[in-house]
């Protein structure tokens, strides 16, 4: 027991983001109960802020290597800014916060159904036209397996997008979400999409 807590008491902060003090193998920030070996559940399972971190260290280790000859050359002091600046000023900067801030879904029985509830929608909020996505052309000859139609528009200051889409292509677009999220490929759910088409889904 004393041993743990000087390890507490040493550990720094990039250790206690990217270690995994109770080696379940999730990283503590993303860990539900960090302490806790016998659940190792992340508090998301799509997103991991360790992994975000990480590839924020990554773009400032590039950016120095940039930034470096060219201080040198000039006689200047250069800075490269830190992860929780990057964070702060990117969420900051967007009045919306996130465009997508707020997720509204419907989900209907055909993709005519969605449609006609999408062009309603569209015309109550009036969502603009740039803000209208119909994914069942946008993305068709691609290979990408997702279909919806989609709008994005602000609600009350915030950036929102509302998802259209029939029940069996959400499950098809749920199950990819979770493969997409974890960098797999999608396109091994191109055969099933297209079936779901051709049957009017």
């Given at each position: ?50 992994k975000t971190f990480k590839y924020i260290d990554k773009r400032r280790r590039a950016a120095k290597k940039i930034a470096r000859p ?15 600046s990057i964070i702060n000023k990117l969420v900051r900067s967007n009045p919306q916060v996130s465009g997508d801030m707020i997720g ?98």
């Amino acid at each position: 027991m004393p041993r743990r807590r000087r390890r507490r008491k040493g550990m720094t902060n990039k250790q206690y983001i990217h270690g995994d003090y109770d080696g379940d193998g999730v990283a503590n920030i993303d860990d539900k109960r960090p302490f806790d070996k016998k659940k190792a559940g992340r508090v998301n399972p799509e997103v991991s802020l360790s992994k975000t971190f990480k590839y924020i260290d990554k773009r400032r280790r590039a950016a120095k290597k940039i930034a470096r000859p060219i201080a040198k050359k000039h006689g200047m002091k250069y800075r490269i800014k830190g992860p929780y600046s990057i964070i702060n000023k990117l969420v900051r900067s967007n009045p919306q916060v996130s465009g997508d801030m707020i997720g509204l879904r419907k989900e209907t029985t055909t993709r005519t159904k969605a449609k006609v509830a999408w062009k309603k929608f569209n015309k109550k909020r009036g969502v603009p036209r740039s803000g209208q996505d119909n994914k069942y052309k946008t993305l068709k000859g691609s290979s990408n397996p997702y279909r919806a139609f989609h709008s994005d528009f602000t609600l009350g200051g915030f950036g929102a997008e509302a998802q259209f889409r029939t029940k069996k292509f959400g499950k098809l677009n749920d199950e990819m979400h979770i493969v997409h999220k974890n960098k797999g490929n999608t396109k091994k759910f191109l055969p099933r999409s297209k079936k779901l088409i051709k049957r009017g889904y």
